[in-house]
């Protein structure tokens, strides 16, 4: 691509973009003084034709828009909009939806790549424990950090590693493995341990780390490809204190090189009954995640030596068939390894909110003006009213996008935020999310028009539910009522009524003249062709098109009917009274609708 092929492109999708922006704020309707854009109506008529059972286009969705800006305009007018439930419910609702955009959509995207560079590497590592638990008391754990920091020193004066573990570690297998822990890769280690293996150099000493266990340090000898999974079968026999065990497992191996079947020898003689089933088969592992006598002569055997002779590990006398190798994994099981390590990693349960946090302090360039201030204060003893204050008095406290907050602006966050069983550093980075979370929503509003659009929808949702419920929905006819509406849709009131024929959608009235047109020709492909939808019956009275097909009188007009109707029996009143008080609120709707046209005599700006 050229530079000037390139200019022209980013061009065109600048001015797509400026085109697109400038057509979402076109007025298109005006209802006293209020008037709606085009954006926020696209918005709606996307996500209400997604949801609808039947086709609905945009002229005929501008009828119902309408009708819905009426109620808004009439909510406003009576005050709803200024009550304290309003209000209260209002709020509850943005902070709500603005959780959903306050999210890395990516970060899991990137645990996950780091999840496979780590799958695809194996760490060779030594480490020396201190144990201390979790529930400790501050003198103890005192004492162990200090044990761990003596030998951390030691090493770094260069005293052999294996040495100082074999004296100082209090991991039980220390005695006999000098703190060696062979080759690893990723979800073989508490995440903590882990993060140290893969983000400390060959050859060096980490720093002191914490887990569930205790005091850490750890050295990392080598790195290497990870060496890939083997899948085998095996036929095992319990160790004896006799030779017994030994001169079974070398008769069945005697048998195999005869030509015996193996899964068949596997059901019928192993004592590893749990494999047995299978003939044998076990799933696939790799090295580090099974005993070592047995990884070894499975990872020796191959397609040209696919059978191990008779090895013993602390299990037993085992003989290995080899099944399959791969160097990579499955997607399916980077999946459930991914979905695995979210739920062993705390951190993860929020990163997408704590990585969104982390970018937005970037952006908005946030610091702390007053970290030790705040620090001391929430450290000290004093009653919390006392803390409020003292906060209060800060002055420049924060600094967030070239604004400054002062201790006023901040001090709530900071006693609502604060967690006493936290470090200081994790509570200001709580404190300073709280505050980014709140500046962002102000921001919200302009970079995101989907945000936009649905808190305003959500916000009138509220009042048109309001004005809905008192004028509408809240109203119940009297028995003469239900019997005019009974008597005046016999055909809405029946059981087996059927339309035969074709139900005919259209864009605009002018596709509906011309498919009537061409219907009357029996020009029945050009008819199709001009309609969007065309859906043929016949259709049952009680499926999806109910509202397309009965009663006439609420009929779509953008709808062309291409059949006749076949009445079914009548139903008695009483089982269609839930029917029948659906079709009074829609006559009441009708109804209101059109006095609310008749007082505020809404003007389109547009046409469809």
């Keep these: 691509m050229t530079k000037k092929t390139q200019a022209t492109l980013i061009l065109s999708l600048t001015l797509f973009t400026i085109a697109n922006a400038q057509k979402d704020d076109k007025p298109i309707l005006r209802i006293d003084n209020h008037v709606a854009t085009y954006g926020e109506f696209r918005h709606m008529y996307e996500q209400n034709k997604a949801s609808a059972l039947t086709p609905i286009s945009e002229a005929e969705y501008f009828d119902l828009f309408t009708a819905y800006k009426l109620k808004v305009v009439e909510a406003h007018a009576l005050g709803i909009d200024t009550t304290s439930s309003y209000k209260a419910e209002k709020e509850q609702y943005i902070n709500e939806l603005a959780q959903g955009y306050l999210v890395d959509s990516t970060a899991y995207d990137r645990y996950k790549a780091r999840l496979v560079s780590r799958l695809n590497q194996e760490v060779h590592a030594r480490h020396i424990l201190v144990s201390v638990l979790p529930s400790s008391s501050p003198a103890d754990t005192v004492i162990a950090y200090q044990k761990i920091e003596k030998a951390r020193q030691r090493v770094l004066s260069g005293e052999d590693f294996a040495r100082v573990a074999a004296e100082v570690s209090e991991d039980p297998s220390a005695k006999t493995n000098s703190g060696d822990l062979g080759y690893f890769s990723a979800l073989s280690m508490v995440s903590q341990f882990e993060d140290m293996a893969y983000n400390t150099p060959i050859g060096s000493v980490s720093q002191i780390f914490r ?284 059981t087996g009524s059927r339309f035969e024929g074709k139900i005919y959608f259209c864009n605009s009235l002018k596709d509906v003249a011309k498919v009537k047109k061409y219907l009357a020709k029996k020009n029945i492909a050009k008819a199709n062709s001009l309609a969007y939808k065309v859906v043929e019956g016949p259709i049952n009275q009680g499926g999806s098109y109910d509202d397309v097909l009965w009663p006439a009188s609420q009929r779509s007009a953008y709808v062309v009917l291409d059949g006749s109707f076949v009445s079914g029996t009548t139903l008695p009143i009483e089982k269609c009274k839930a029917q029948i008080l659906t079709d009074y609120q829609q006559k009441k709707e009708a109804e209101y609708v059109s006095r609310l046209r008749e007082k505020y005599k809404p003007k389109a700006l547009v046409k469809f």
């Design 211 to 494: 887990t569930r266990f205790g005091y850490h340090i750890l050295k990392v000898d080598d790195r290497r490809p990870w060496e890939g999974e083997v899948h085998v079968a095996h036929i095992m026999k319990f160790p004896s204190k006799d030779n017994t065990a030994k001169q079974t497992i070398d008769s069945i191996y005697t048998l195999l090189k005869s030509g015996a079947d193996f899964a068949a020898t596997a059901t019928k003689l192993s004592d590893d009954k749990g494999t047995a089933v299978k003939g044998g088969e076990l799933p696939w592992f790799e090295r580090g995640r099974i005993l070592p006598e047995f990884a070894e002569a499975a990872f020796n055997l191959s397609d040209k030596k696919p059978l191990s002779q008779p090895i013993l590990s602390r299990a037993g006398w085992h003989i290995i068939k080899f099944l399959g190798r791969r160097t990579e994994r499955p997607t399916d099981e980077i999946d459930k390894l991914f979905e695995r390590m979210k739920q062993r990693v705390p951190e993860l349960h929020n990163l997408p909110t704590s990585s969104y946090m982390a970018s937005l302090a970037k952006t908005y360039n946030y610091k702390w003006l007053r970290a030790d201030s705040i620090v001391n204060i929430m450290l000290s003893h004093d009653a919390m009213d006392s803390k409020t204050k003292r906060i209060e008095t800060l002055v420049d406290a924060a600094t967030i996008d070239s604004k400054n907050l002062s201790g006023k602006d901040i001090a709530q966050k900071c006693i609502r935020n604060w967690n006493a069983q936290a470090l200081p550093s994790e509570n200001l980075t709580a404190i300073r999310d709280a505050l980014l979370s709140d500046y962002e929503k102000t921001q919200l509003t302009i970079k995101s028009s989907d945000y936009r659009y649905t808190q305003k929808e959500y916000s009138e949702g509220l009042l048109v539910f309001e004005v809905s419920s008192n004028n509408i929905w809240n109203t119940q006819p009297d028995s003469a009522t239900i019997a005019q509406i009974y008597a005046s849709n016999p055909n809405r009131y029946s």
